[in-house]
């Protein structure tokens, strides 16, 4: 997976060139997010945790051991980035610095966002609650979303987010509320 991540600097990032991409903060996040993760699904939860708030401390960029991180994930310019614990990221995702994938904290069970394959998600934009987003979705910066699902292929921008282009075609349509249990 670390070899997917890597290719994935280059094939998001302009401006990677040599071995620069081993500097990147969002690299050693995913790396040692990775190793957490493990350790966490083995019940070493507080080491996991130790390892994640070194992390948090050197990079700035906060990924929870329990959250689910696919492979080819990008995370440019991640200070400030937020990943909860239920959060599941899909493959071939880019995230950009601020990013929020966030519980609303009135939830128990699944809490926090699930991202379809080929997600962007930009600068600043919060994305909060158990909510799916489908796959090729691109999210604008500082959009804001709320227990609301985005279906494949929309762009979704605004505060609160509305999907402005779906399949192709532009369109404008709110995001519809979608109910999801409190378990």
């Known amino acids: 997976m670390i070899r997917d991540d890597f290719k994935a600097i280059y094939r998001n990032d302009p401006a990677a060139r040599g071995l620069e991409p081993i500097l990147y903060a969002g690299l050693h996040a995913i790396f040692w997010q990775r190793l957490a993760h493990r350790l966490y699904k083995w ?6 945790r130790l390892i994640s708030q070194l992390t948090r401390f050197f990079t700035g960029i906060e990924i929870h051991p329990g ?9 440019d ?4 980035l937020v990943v909860g614990e239920t959060t599941e990221i899909g493959e071939n995702c880019v995230l950009f610095h601020n990013v929020t994938l966030g519980g609303t904290g009135k939830h128990a069970g699944k809490r926090h966002p699930t991202l ?32 609301c699902d985005v279906p494949d292929n929309a762009t979704v921008v605004g505060t609160p ?12 349509l709110p995001l519809p509320r979608t109910v999801h249990s409190t378990e």
């Open 77 to 80: 310019h991640g200070m400030g």
């Open 161 to 172: 987010g509305r999907i402005v282009r779906l399949d192709g075609r532009a369109v404008d």
């Open 67 to 75: 959250a689910t991180l696919g492979k080819g994930l990008f995370i």
């Open 43 to 48: 019940e070493l939860r507080f080491i996991a």
């Open 116 to 147: 379809g394959n080929n997600v962007l998600v930009g600068t600043g934009a919060i994305i909060l609650g158990p909510v799916n987003i489908g796959n090729n979705v691109y999210i604008g910066a500082n959009t804001f979303i709320y227990m």
